[in-house]
């Protein structure tokens, strides 16, 4: 086991002294600050720490990261499995079981034994900043986690509780397509019935609909839903209604749920679970979908796999080729920082892009350096 202290560090918050783990989500109601993994498969991991300090993400040191090869990725689905796969729900599509399924991929490379999750949040941080950014290390508990998550799962301020669904993925806006808008109404009317749940009667709104954000890379589509909790209600009920998250599943969720299981190849792990923390003394949370979501599986052996997610929401206007091609775009700068190919210059930062079997040279391909426009440009809420 790798011999480093648990800490957590969401943005300029870090956490430390570890004083108890659970799987309990009533602990989330008790007292103290509590950093959260939620696996998408169901596992819940809640740390609660001691002390909680403000500092910045310290500065990427040259080294402290011994990050995989660009050609040493490989993904669950290759090219031609998520391209079948995505024909395969469109015909469930037709045939009236599910309205979108969202298909992801798992990648995966070796990595050092002495591997910090920590040291690649610098990276992040400086290549990749993202307004729900995360990590959680907790070694002795088998949970090594850094998100560079764009999207808000669960914020919870009181009584009130808040979901930032994202659909739509392009490069740019232009690129946004009219199945974009219409799958983030879908996935928007779906979380409202999963918040609904365990919110007053009336009280579940949408103050955003369709909102544009800007990321580093690439623009999403962003909705808010918000709701006021009921009396009865606390975190494990609220978990129970909303998970796993609506915007990486589809809809209807159960069905969608059983596509998945049947079509995926990997277990999703965090990646499309929940990361985030809870100040129980103060009631409130900030927890995020894991996407953009980077692990470390150990084995008893001592080696290290460095796990990262990417998938895409397919609907009946789905193009097979175009879909995988956005788990690309999602993957390529993610890949590239985490690999050591991004760099940063007097000019401004390069991507290196990481292909992933897309190029017909074969998994983990290198790409061409490019230079993106204008810098990152994150818009909106607590960022």
């Known amino acids: 086991m790798l011999d480093l202290p648990p800490l957590a560090r969401f943005g300029d918050r870090v956490a430390t002294g570890l004083l108890d783990v659970t799987g309990d989500p009533a602990a989330l109601d008790s007292t103290g600050f509590w950093a959260v993994v939620a696996d998408y498969e169901g596992g819940l991991t809640c740390a609660r720490f001691a002390q909680v300090r403000t500092e910045a993400v310290p500065a990427p040191v040259p080294g402290r990261w011994p990050g995989p090869s660009a050609g040493d ?7 031609a499995g998520y391209t079948a796969a995505v024909r395969r729900i469109r015909e ?22 002495d591997a910090d999750v920590d040291a ?7 290549g990749n900043p993202a307004p729900y950014a995360g990590t959680v290390r907790l070694p002795g508990h ?3 986690v850094a998100t560079a998550s764009p999207e808000l799962f669960l914020r919870r301020d009181g009584r009130t509780v808040e ?3 994202i659909k739509g993925t392009g490069r740019t806006e232009a690129d946004l397509l009219e199945k974009d808008y219409a799958e983030n109404v879908m996935i928007v009317d779906l979380v409202r019935n999963d918040i609904g749940r365990v919110c007053a009667t009336g009280s579940v709104t949408v103050p955003d609909l369709c909102a544009v954000e800007k990321h580093p890379g690439l623009v999403h589509l962003v909705s808010t839903v918000r709701g006021e909790l009921r009396a009865d209600a606390g975190w494990p009920e609220l978990l129970a209604a909303a998970f796993p998250p609506g915007s990486v599943t589809g809809a209807p969720k159960p069905s969608a749920l059983d596509v998945i299981e049947a079509l995926e190849t990997a277990p999703r792990g965090p990646y499309c679970g929940g990361v985030g923390w809870v100040d129980a003394d103060r009631g409130v949370a900030e927890l ?3 996407i953009r979501t980077f692990w470390i599986d150990r084995a008893a052996d001592g080696t290290a796999v460095l796990r990262f997610g990417t998938g895409a929401g397919i609907t009946w206007g789905s193009d097979p080729e175009g879909e995988w091609r956005e788990t690309e775009l999602k993957a390529s700068r993610l890949l590239a920082i985490a690999s050591g190919a991004y760099e940063v210059s007097d000019e401004g930062p390069r991507t290196c892009r990481a292909v992933t079997g897309d190029s017909g ?9 490019t230079r993106p426009g204008p810098g990152p ?3 909106g809420r607590h960022q």
């Open 361 to 369: 040279d074969g998994p983990g391909t290198p790409g061409r350096c």
């Open 163 to 165: 979901s930032g669904p």
């Open 377 to 379: 440009e994150l818009r």
């Open 92 to 113: 469930h599509i037709a045939a009236g079981e599910v309205y979108q399924a969202n298909l992801c991929r798992v990648l995966s490379a070796p990595v050092a034994p």
């Open 120 to 126: 690649l949040t610098a990276l992040l941080a400086r």
């Open 73 to 79: 990725w490989t993904s669950s689905l290759d090219r």
């Open 288 to 290: 995020a979908v894991g």
């Open 142 to 144: 088998g949970v090594e």
